[in-house]
């Protein structure tokens, strides 16, 4: 990491895969990293909502969205795809899971790093547009391709003890930021973090609350001198 980067503070994008307000907020977090890129550096720590014991049929896993996608879609303007809609919540023919998206992150990580925030919105699109089964391992060889990475190499190393390790402490290290809702988005700066968000919020508002806290920063170090 070189110079200019430690001295960036650090925007923490705290999400899910299987989180149907994160594919809500996916263009928000695009944006925010587009524009945002050169004053901070950006971390995508997904948080592991249903994970192996926690697996189960998109019936249980979500109920929730069957009533609540239509108010996911109004508050964000962003669609859910017939694919996901019809196998999904009318036949029941996929099972979700964070863990899976969660390694994938990870192996994804090694390869393109700096890509990372595109490829989480990638893979929520991937499920909730496309009606992607995230708890079948060869769905992610596609996932792979579609980013000029070997397809069976790339869930090879999903497969090894090492990235699940690492995804493994990755998850437990969203966890430690004790967020409650998803997506969240908080600050790191000087040691210190910050929630700035937790669950959805527009592109503007979001700006304001980031802006806010870093003027508020820079008004107490004008104090101190």
């Known amino acids: 990491m070189g ?23 996916s263009p928000v977090i695009e944006r925010l990293h587009g524009e945002l890129y050169r ?3 950006f971390e995508v720590l997904p948080v592991g909502m ?5 697996n189960g049929l998109v019936q249980d896993v979500l109920s929730y969205l069957k009533w609540s996608h ?8 962003i669609r859910f795809g017939e694919d996901f809609l019809n196998k999904a919540l009318k036949e029941g023919k996929v099972t979700m899971d964070s863990y899976k998206p969660a390694i994938a992150m990870t192996v994804f990580r090694s390869y393109q790093p700096k890509k990372l925030i595109n490829f989480s919105i990638y893979l929520q699109k991937a499920i909730f547009f496309n009606g992607m089964d995230p708890s079948n391992w060869s769905s992610y060889e596609q996932c792979a391709e579609d980013h000029n990475i070997d397809g069976v190499e790339f869930v090879e190393c999903m ?19 004790n967020v409650s809702q998803f997506p969240t988005i908080v600050l790191e700066k000087g040691g210190k973090t910050t929630t700035i968000s ?4 527009g592109y503007d508002a979001l700006r304001q609350r980031i802006e806010k ?6 008004a107490v170090k004008r104090r101190a001198y």
């Not at 110079?3 to 907020?25: E, H, Q, R």
């Not at 249903?50 to 926690?54: A, G, I």
């Not at 937790?198 to 919020?201: A, D, I, K, N, V």
């Open 3 to 25: 110079k200019s980067n430690l001295a960036k503070p650090k925007l923490i994008y705290v999400c899910d895969s299987s989180c149907g307000w994160c594919y809500g907020f």
């Open 39 to 41: 004053q901070y550096q």
């Open 50 to 54: 249903v994970m192996r014991n926690r």
């Open 70 to 77: 239509k108010c996911i879609e109004k508050s964000t303007n």
């Open 159 to 177: 497969k090894t003890l090492h990235y699940q390790r690492v995804t493994n402490k990755t998850i437990k290290k969203a966890r430690r930021l």
């Open 198 to 201: 937790e669950g959805y919020l």
């Open 213 to 218: 806290e870093q003027f508020s920063e820079e």
